[in-house]
């Protein structure tokens, strides 16, 4: 068993670890409520590119954003766990986040123009 490193709080992973995991930039091309969400949540269809096409998502990012402003919104999500249902939906992809001082999700955004697909290195 892995010993936590006082200084993260983390298990140490290998690089290959890291590689496995693949996080991909995608367009935010629609956002609708999810009221059979047990939180307050978000459906959303996401952009991830020729290769990948497009994804759904739940997303409980309700009290950060508005319907409004995530469409068109360049985000990061993990492309490759498996399908989660969530009540009746099927979300594809975990999109990224850090919690604010309050718990309250904001999502990773990139911040220059790279095509929608692009992989997280």
Request: hydrophobic share 45%; net charge neutral.
């Amino acid at each position: 068993m892995a010993t936590l490193d006082p200084a993260t709080a983390t298990v140490p992973i290998a690089f290959e670890d890291f590689e496995r995991v693949d996080i991909r930039v995608g367009t935010i091309i629609a956002a609708e409520t999810f009221p059979k969400a047990r939180k307050p949540a978000y459906r959303l269809t996401i952009r991830f590119g020729a290769e990948l096409g497009t994804k759904s998502s739940s997303a409980q990012i309700t009290h950060h954003y508005s319907l409004e402003e995530l469409v068109g919104r360049r985000i990061a999500a993990v492309v490759n766990f498996p399908p989660r249902q969530i009540g009746p939906f099927m979300s594809e992809v975990l999109c990224l986040g850090f919690p604010d001082a309050d718990g309250h999700v904001v999502l990773v955004t990139v911040d220059r123009s790279v095509p929608d697909g692009g992989r997280l290195f």
